[in-house]
């Protein structure tokens, strides 16, 4: 897997087929550190933890441990007018109530998490695909510390949070973020040419067209 080093910066992306109102929301506004939720929650998974690396492992197995589903689906009834959302992006401290969690929304909750000790230069979500039996795209998060890892929080047979990211040739990176910018491997699943918006192919799902057409 390329890491950050190999990135480049490149312009936020808007989303909004991804949130329950269709209202547009950046990339970098999915990690959220700030969050009050998130402030709670990591209190309660470290507490009397010492260790940045035993705090790291308790918020990677608390989102681990949070059953997988494909999809989130969302219902929202306001003043009698019903929303629903058949691929929610949920903000991540309504992640933290949730019963269940898809690739996406585990990585936004987990990142966020880890933005309580680490800097933003040391996290990301990262968006890309996963070379095995096929490809499909695929969300998980990249740390850099000691050394570069992988956090996969989809699958029961990984047990560790600290997967040597340089080795882990199934995995191909194409676009990171965190709540202070968004970066990409050039040429990577990007479109040709690069455009302001949805970086990575499937990521235009998602993105808010109108937004996009702001920028030209």
Same mark, same amino acid.
Request: hydrophobic share 40%; net charge negative; proline share 4%.
């Given at each position: 897997?390329?890491?950050?080093?190999?990135?480049?910066?490149?312009?936020?992306?808007?989303?909004?087929?991804?949130?329950?109102?269709?209202?547009?929301?950046?990339?970098?506004?999915?990690?959220?550190?700030?969050?009050?939720?998130?402030?709670?929650?990591?209190?309660?998974?470290?507490?009397?933890?010492?260790?940045?690396?035993?705090?790291?492992?308790?918020?990677?197995?608390?989102?681990?441990?949070?059953?997988?589903?494909?999809?989130?689906?969302?219902?929202? !009834?306001? #003043? @009698?007018?019903? &929303?629903?959302?058949?691929?929610?992006?949920? /903000? %991540?401290?309504?992640?933290?109530?949730a019963?269940?969690?898809?690739?996406?929304?585990?990585a936004?909750?987990?990142a966020?998490?880890?933005?309580?000790?680490?800097?933003?230069?040391?996290?990301?979500?990262?968006?890309?695909?996963?070379?095995?039996?096929?490809?499909?795209?695929?969300?998980?998060?990249?740390?850099?510390?000691?050394?570069?890892?992988?956090?996969?929080?989809?699958?029961?047979?990984?047990?560790?949070?600290?997967?040597?990211?340089?080795?882990?040739?199934?995995?191909?990176?194409?676009?990171?973020? !965190?709540? #202070? @910018?968004?970066? &990409?491997?050039?040429?990577?699943?990007?479109? /040709? %040419?690069?455009?302001?918006?949805?970086?990575?192919?499937?990521?235009?799902?998602?993105?808010?067209?109108?937004?996009?057409?702001?920028?030209?």
């Amino acid at each position: 897997m390329q890491g950050i080093s190999e990135a480049i910066a490149c312009d936020n992306q808007p989303i909004n087929h991804a949130t329950l109102l269709n209202e547009s929301k950046y990339l970098t506004s999915w990690v959220t550190p700030d969050s009050l939720e998130i402030q709670a929650k990591y209190a309660e998974i470290t507490e009397g933890l010492t260790t940045l690396r035993d705090k790291v492992y308790a918020c990677w197995n608390y989102v681990n441990n949070i059953p997988y589903v494909q999809f989130i689906k969302a219902r929202l !009834n306001i #003043a @009698g007018k019903t &929303y629903v959302q058949n691929d929610v992006w949920l /903000e %991540p401290g309504q992640a933290a109530h949730a019963p269940a969690l898809n690739c996406a929304n585990r990585a936004f909750l987990l990142a966020s998490l880890l933005r309580q000790e680490l800097s933003a230069q040391q996290i990301y979500v990262c968006f890309g695909n996963v070379n095995y039996n096929g490809t499909d795209g695929h969300g998980w998060i990249y740390s850099n510390l000691d050394r570069e890892y992988i956090m996969e929080t989809t699958s029961p047979h990984i047990k560790t949070p600290f997967m040597d990211a340089i080795s882990a040739e199934i995995y191909e990176s194409v676009l990171f973020f !965190n709540d #202070a @910018g968004v970066y &990409y491997i050039p040429g990577a699943g990007l479109r /040709e %040419p690069l455009s302001y918006c949805y970086c990575l192919r499937w990521l235009e799902d998602y993105v808010d067209s109108k937004s996009c057409d702001a920028y030209i």
